[in-house]
């Protein structure tokens, strides 16, 4: 047709045509959302460095992709500027209030877009990677992540420099997104709408997350992404039943593989249903009630310590040390996070999918590795220099066996610092030792977990502790290494030391991200063991996984016990039955000496070449049945132990 009927009025198409500029805005907002997306995404393969080796098919593959992920978030973004302006009448498009609705939206819309921008770079320079699960969890605790950020960065000045670019942006674009006065009828504004709507519904249909893991370099499927989008799809996927969605096999049969794999020659198990792992530990040696601290310190990956190579060891009192202590060489944490940690040394459980148990409901009076220690007569302790209410650590400990104390219990005159995770490390150990103090007095021994919170951005300590400048992350960990030191030099004062077993060791490392999914490199954390009176000083080179730690302490108190721990004694264990546990929220890892088996969402299992000195590929290897069953049985039965109230007491 050479006419087209609007309003009455025959127009020429070209004519019809502009009517549908009532959505211009829609058009605006999409070039300058892109356009940020994009010099976002080159500003962090900038700063990836040779993480990303220059190589055109990675380049062209993270910026094509990406593109692909930011059309298909800008979908969802611009869905409240698509209704403003599909509710708008035609009338009011000439008018002051229409205008400044459609303008005061664009504008805020504009601002968030640059706001996740700056965002993304402040999280990928802590996690080398775009918003995931750890951004997500963040949000819940935004007293400590707001605090952090103040602490961290020039806030005020990050701000007011965002703000002058949005407005210089808006302003110089205001011709691109006015919508033409004439505007269109409500049944056109309705297909238009409509048709947005449907494409919303389409794409969340076709597109998911993982679509884009087509590289073998980690940090190019990171890029080939979009920060919006990834956060949403860790918010949808923050509790994963591996029923669902991960490989498995009949119960039966787990369970009965899982007792295999805990056989171990101090292990008889109770009772022949293969669904009961609850093992009677008889130890060879004499048990010896000796008390026993447990420092799990934040972010201490083992790459840290002139121990374990570095040059120079930011660790040179630790290192000093590590001659009198027996160290252990190659242990390798569960998890990327503080809580996974937690979950491993208190629980002795691999890394089920989600949420860590420590936050997940129903947690409570499950098998620990307190309960042991008090059926024994001691009395065990959590000690958080944070507020323990942050990641539902105090609620945990106090419902498993621990009696809590964190930065409440701490008198304000005996801290000589703290910023907003917690006290300075050494404020901490005061009050861990005035707690050793009071328990000794009562005649009882004490087991004690102490968590400790200065080796976290924003990385600030007392001052006058050593050469170190504030707020990096190398003078952290320095004085990290001189706060424990200095608490064993004071523990040494006190009459319950001679009889005290201190463990060191990490809860995860201090970065998580890598060319592999799971780089094995990234998870590698030390432990020393220093008792002069009790623990011979030595090595152990065994590959050791963080949920071996509790049973092997216990067995080297010469403890008996009834255990429901999926770790081993790493004394009394086979030693070519050696293995670890590692994951993210999402990707679950079995590490055997040579082989890392790797269980992803959509039924997944693949077998690659573990990476643990530097980071690297982690080529894919032929399929492992018996370790691919081995690791299917453990993850399935822990998710399903705990799920039906299995792992309670």
Not at 161 to 177: D, E, P, Q
Not at 390 to 410: H, T
Not at 446 to 458: D, G, I, M, Q
Request: contains cysteine.
């Amino acid at each position: 047709m050479d006419l087209i009927l609007f309003n009455q009025t025959a127009v020429d198409p070209h004519q019809a045509a502009t009517h549908w500029h009532q959505f211009r805005p829609v058009l605006w907002l999409g070039v300058c959302f892109l356009a940020i997306a994009s010099l976002t995404r080159l500003a962090l393969l900038v700063a990836t460095g040779n993480g990303i080796p220059i190589d055109i098919g990675s380049y062209a593959y993270a910026f094509s992709a990406g593109l692909a992920y930011d059309l298909v978030t800008f979908v969802y973004f611009a869905i409240p500027l698509v209704l403003l302006l599909w509710l708008l009448p035609r009338r009011w498009l000439s008018t002051r209030i229409g205008q400044l609705l459609v303008e005061a939206l664009c504008f805020v819309l504009l601002l968030v877009t640059g706001f996740v921008a700056v965002a993304e770079w402040t999280f990928w320079e802590e996690f080398q990677t775009r918003f995931n699960f750890i951004a997500v969890d963040y949000l819940v605790y935004t007293t400590e992540v707001i605090g952090n950020i103040r602490e961290s960065y020039p806030v005020g000045w990050i701000l007011s420099g965002l703000l002058l670019a949005t407005l210089v942006l808006f302003h110089y674009t205001h011709r691109w997104r006015r919508p033409f006065a004439r505007g269109m009828t409500f049944a056109q504004r309705t297909r238009f709408a409509g048709s947005w709507l449907l494409l919303s519904v389409a794409v969340t249909a076709a597109v998911s997350a993982d679509m884009k893991e087509r590289s073998g370099n980690q940090y190019v499927n990171e890029l080939a992404g979009n920060g919006i989008y990834q956060f949403f799809a860790a918010y949808r996927l923050a509790s994963l039943d591996y029923d669902r969605f991960y490989r498995k096999m009949p119960l039966a049969q787990a369970n009965t593989t899982l007792r295999q794999m805990l056989t171990t020659p101090d292990a008889r198990f109770l009772s022949d249903d293969p669904a009961d792992i609850r093992r009677q530990i008889t130890n060879p040696a004499p048990e010896r009630k000796l008390n026993v601290v447990l420092v799990s310190v934040e972010s201490l990956s083992a790459s840290y310590s002139g121990t374990f190579g570095r040059t120079p060891s930011l660790t040179p009192r630790l290192d000093a040390l590590a001659d009198q202590t027996l160290m252990f060489t190659r242990l390798y944490a569960s998890g990327t996070r503080t809580v996974r940690g937690l979950e491993a040394l208190s629980l002795s459980v691999p890394p089920t999918p989600g949420e860590s148990i420590v936050k997940r409901p129903r947690n409570e009076n499950l098998f620990s590795l307190a309960e042991v220690f008090n059926s024994k007569g001691y009395v065990s302790k959590f000690l958080y220099g944070g507020f323990g209410a942050f990641d539902n650590m105090n609620y945990f400990f106090a419902q498993n066996g621990y009696q809590v104390r964190d930065r409440a219990d701490i008198d304000k005159n005996d801290i000589n610092f703290a910023n907003i995770w917690g006290v300075a490390d050494e404020d901490l150990y005061s009050m861990a030792l005035r707690e050793f103090d009071q328990i000794h007095g009562s005649g009882k021994p004490f087991f004690a977990h102490v968590l400790t919170t200065s080796n976290h951005r924003p990385y600030t300590f007392p001052a006058g502790r050593g050469p170190w400048p504030q707020g990096t992350r190398e003078s952290a960990v320095s004085y990290t290494d001189w706060a424990i030191t200095d608490f064993i030099e004071r523990a040494k004062t006190k009459p319950w030391f001679a009889d005290t077993i201190f463990v060191l060791t990490a809860d995860h490392c201090a970065s998580s991200a890598g060319k592999a999914q799971l780089p094995v490199f990234r998870y590698h954390i030390p432990m020393w063991i220093y008792a002069p009176a009790h623990v011979a000083p030595g090595r152990v080179d065994r590959l050791v996984g963080q949920i071996d730690i509790a049973p092997t302490i216990l067995g080297m108190l010469g403890m008996d016990y009834e255990s429901e721990f999926y770790g081993a004694d790493v004394f009394q264990k086979p030693a070519d039955y050696d293995r670890a546990f590692i994951g993210t929220y999402q990707l679950l890892g079995y590490l055997r000496e040579d082989t890392l088996i790797q269980l992803a969402p959509g039924q997944r299992v693949e077998a690659v070449s573990p990476a643990y000195r530097k980071d690297e590929s982690q080529p894919a290897l032929p399929g492992s049945p018996q370790l691919e069953l081995e690791a299917i049985a453990a993850y399935q039965t822990a998710s399903h132990r705990f799920k039906t109230g299995l792992m309670a007491r």
